[in-house]
């Protein structure tokens, strides 16, 4: 009789370490037990994760849902071995989403593929995410861990998040008030967050500067350390001040497309808004940035956040309402704008983004 014992392959042999999946699971767990809330209690390990709407105080709830990435922000990550804030983008980029239409985060999932699965790499990716959905008062409620050789480089990996929120019936933002004389309000960004990496490690690669450099902006930390602080989440601040005054009336994240595609998103097709480029404090990364790459203003406008991460939009005699609001918890905020009739462009601007 022959010996086929030699023959034998296990899905380890192929790449994949079941044994691996599961001790990251058991590490991550007091992670996700930390980001329980009303609704859920983030239990993980079943086939599918649970949230009681009502046991979260909702009476009439329209369900909001929002899923996003990070994008080239981990390669970043990946080169400096840094790995525990790219969970807190994941979150940002998902939740600043559900915010601006007036819906609380409830719970969040996530999706991590990589080559070789990494329990420590794995276990600080998990870390950011806990800690963006404790920011956000969501619960990280199930998630998905790929191994996939052969689709990843060594120490490669993908993320992807998907949030749920939810608002009471008829309180859904944005509100269908808003008119020429509006103010908008710009709520400061932390720096670049999520978007237009591709174009920022473009610069760093063609200037031959290395992450671990001092950052040519900023010489108190390194370029690596200065580019991957995390996107700022607004979620707290934004739902205490709608619940205590009413009266903000449309919000945008500013994304990938900058002020230029992002604010038109909310407004109604025969508004528009002027923005005061002036009163806008843009951070020194962005200077940094225009200057090293010879960038146009209009192309950093649509690109970048530019030091504004979130808009608001308010009738001009609830300005200082919704500013002391904001202020009360923590969240600064700029006038750097009005609704206008629109005229052309949705965007308009006045005055210069760096002086």
């Given at each position: 009789?022959?010996?086929?014992?030699?023959?034998?392959?296990?899905?380890?042999?192929?790449?994949v370490d079941i044994d691996a999946g599961n001790a990251l699971v058991n590490q991550i767990k007091p992670m996700v037990r930390s980001?329980?809330?009303?609704?859920?209690?983030?239990?993980?390990?079943?086939?599918?994760?649970?949230?009681?709407?009502?046991?979260?105080?909702?009476?009439?709830?329209?369900?909001?849902?929002?899923?996003?990435?990070?994008?080239?922000?981990l390669r970043i990550a990946i080169e400096t071995g840094r790995h525990d804030t790219v969970g807190v983008d994941l979150v940002a980029?998902?939740?600043?989403?559900?915010?601006?239409?007036?819906?609380?985060?409830?719970?969040?999932?996530?999706?991590?593929?990589?080559?070789?699965?990494?329990?420590?790499?794995?276990?600080?990716?998990?870390?950011?995410?806990?800690?963006?959905?404790?920011?956000?008062?969501?619960?990280?409620?199930?998630?998905?861990?790929?191994?996939?050789?052969?689709?990843?480089?060594?120490?490669?990996?993908?993320?992807?998040?998907?949030?749920?929120?939810?608002?009471?019936?008829?309180?859904?933002?944005?509100?269908?008030?808003?008119?020429?004389?509006?103010?908008?309000?710009?709520?400061?960004?932390?720096?670049?967050?999520?978007?237009?990496?591709?174009?920022?490690?473009?610069?760093?690669?063609?200037?031959?500067?290395?992450?671990?450099?001092?950052?040519?902006?900023?010489?108190?930390?390194?370029?690596?350390?200065?580019?991957?602080?995390?996107?700022?989440?607004?979620?707290?601040?934004?739902?205490?001040?709608?619940?205590?005054?009413?009266?903000?009336?449309?919000?945008?994240?500013?994304?990938?497309?900058?002020?230029?595609?992002?604010?038109?998103?909310?407004?109604?097709?025969?508004?528009?808004?002027?923005?005061?480029?002036?009163?806008?404090?843009?951070?020194?990364?962005?200077?940094?940035?225009?200057?090293?790459?010879?960038?146009?203003?209009?192309?950093?406008?649509?690109?970048?956040?530019?030091?504004?991460?979130?808009?608001?939009?308010?009738?001009?005699?609830?300005?200082?309402?919704?500013?002391?609001?904001?202020?009360?918890?923590?969240?600064?905020?700029?006038?750097?704008?009005?609704?206008?009739?629109?005229?052309?462009?949705?965007?308009?601007?006045?005055?210069?983004?760096?002086?």
């Open positions: 009789m022959s010996d086929t014992s030699k023959s034998r392959i296990t899905y380890a042999d192929a790449g980001t329980a809330r009303p609704g859920a209690d983030s239990e993980i390990g079943g086939f599918g994760g649970l949230f009681d709407l009502k046991a979260a105080g909702f009476s009439d709830p329209i369900l909001v849902a929002a899923n996003d990435g990070v994008g080239t922000k980029m998902c939740v600043n989403d559900l915010i601006v239409q007036g819906a609380e985060p409830l719970l969040f999932l996530d999706y991590f593929a990589t080559g070789k699965l990494s329990t420590e790499q794995g276990a600080s990716i998990v870390s950011g995410i806990a800690e963006g959905c404790r920011q956000a008062g969501c619960a990280l409620i199930g998630g998905e861990t790929a191994e996939m050789p052969g689709m990843y480089a060594e120490g490669d990996y993908d993320l992807a998040g998907f949030a749920v929120g939810a608002a009471e019936r008829g309180q859904l933002l944005p509100r269908r008030d808003i008119g020429a004389g509006d103010v908008v309000l710009g709520l400061p960004s932390s720096g670049v967050h999520s978007n237009g990496f591709s174009l920022v490690r473009r610069l760093v690669e063609v200037h031959g500067l290395k992450w671990e450099e001092p950052a040519p902006f900023d010489s108190s930390t390194t370029l690596g350390e200065a580019l991957i602080e995390p996107t700022r989440i607004y979620v707290k601040p934004l739902l205490a001040t709608i619940r205590e005054t009413g009266a903000i009336k449309a919000m945008a994240h500013i994304t990938g497309g900058g002020f230029t595609e992002n604010i038109p998103r909310v407004l109604p097709d025969d508004l528009g808004v002027e923005i005061d480029l002036s009163a806008v404090t843009a951070a020194p990364v962005f200077s940094w940035l225009a200057t090293a790459g010879d960038i146009a203003e209009e192309e950093m406008l649509r690109t970048f956040n530019c030091g504004v991460g979130m808009v608001v939009v308010v009738a001009s005699d609830e300005v200082e309402t919704v500013r002391q609001s904001l202020e009360q918890v923590g969240q600064p905020s700029l006038v750097i704008g009005s609704v206008t009739p629109r005229s052309g462009d949705a965007v308009r601007y006045s005055g210069k983004l760096f002086s």
